[in-house]
């Protein structure tokens, strides 16, 4: 990789959400031939999300926020973890209670999830807290009924995100594991395969890429994923210049919060 030559613009006070301000890292690899534009957006997150063109977050205190026009609207409810996908809105509270928003509202699911994942063709996936992992087929995923039946994988995780071409998730341990065969009727798949690496979270874009953060708080990306090679090549780290506790990535947007909850959106 070449050198890294770096402008950074910085406020010295912290916006509140709903504030225009915008602030502009500029990464540049001088041997890449390529720049890697991010923009720091204002307000802190804990957790966020992208997907079918859409930007969900929630804070720190459970606040969840809607990314629209340039700034964060607020939107009513309290969660812990939410995301975005072809599957609609879902979330999770901190007592695990599964949500999905129908019309602008909540509407409680029967079930109990820490960490839920609308990214699948149309179907949802998610791990409780003592870390199995459950799916919901397409059929149930789309309906309004609120005590749909998941369905129970082998295994274990802590997290668990699925794509176009497939689920992949990490462990207690941060070992990194693919889903093969997963289908919008048939969620569940049929094997895992372990990948070489350790992540601490993973996600998949709508369009099929997938990125993690390991404990280190590096940004990678999985290179070389394609019809022939569902779980890829190599993990190519993302060069930036701080440390990341979450992402996600969508229509041609990575999404980065920082350990302190900073936001970044980098053009990809």
């Not at 629209?68 to 995301?83: A, D, K």
């Amino acid at each position: 990789m070449g050198e890294l030559s770096i402008l950074l613009l910085i406020s010295s006070s912290e916006p509140p959400p709903n504030m225009l301000h915008l602030f502009y890292l500029f990464l540049v690899y001088t041997g890449a031939g390529a720049a890697l534009q991010c923009t720091q957006v204002p307000g802190k997150l804990k957790q966020v999300d992208a997907g079918n063109g859409a930007v969900y977050g929630v804070s720190d205190d459970g606040n969840i926020y809607r990314w629209s026009s340039n700034t964060w609207v607020q939107v009513p409810g309290q969660l812990i973890h939410v995301s975005v996908g072809p599957a609609g809105v879902w979330g999770v509270n901190k007592d695990n209670t599964i949500f999905k928003l129908l019309d602008g509202n909540w509407k409680t699911i029967a079930g109990s999830l820490k960490q839920v994942d609308a990214g699948g063709d149309k179907f949802l996936a998610g791990v409780n807290r003592l870390d199995s992992i459950y799916c919901l087929n397409e059929e149930p995923t789309l309906s309004t009924d609120p005590a749909p039946t998941f369905t129970l994988l082998e295994g274990g995780l802590k997290y668990y995100s699925c794509g176009p071409r497939g689920c992949w998730g990490v462990s207690s341990i941060n070992e990194i594991f693919y889903r093969y065969d997963v289908k919008p009727n048939a969620c569940q798949g049929s094997k895992w395969q372990q990948i070489e690496g350790s992540l601490v979270m993973v996600e998949v874009g709508t369009n099929g890429s997938v990125y993690g953060v390991n404990a280190e708080g590096k940004v990678y990306k999985r290179e070389g994923i394609c019809a022939d090679k569902l779980t890829g090549s190599s993990w190519t780290p993302v060069d930036l210049c701080s440390r990341y506790k979450h992402v996600s990535v969508d229509a041609g947007t990575l999404w980065l919060l920082t350990e302190k909850g900073d936001i970044f959106k980098c053009e990809i």
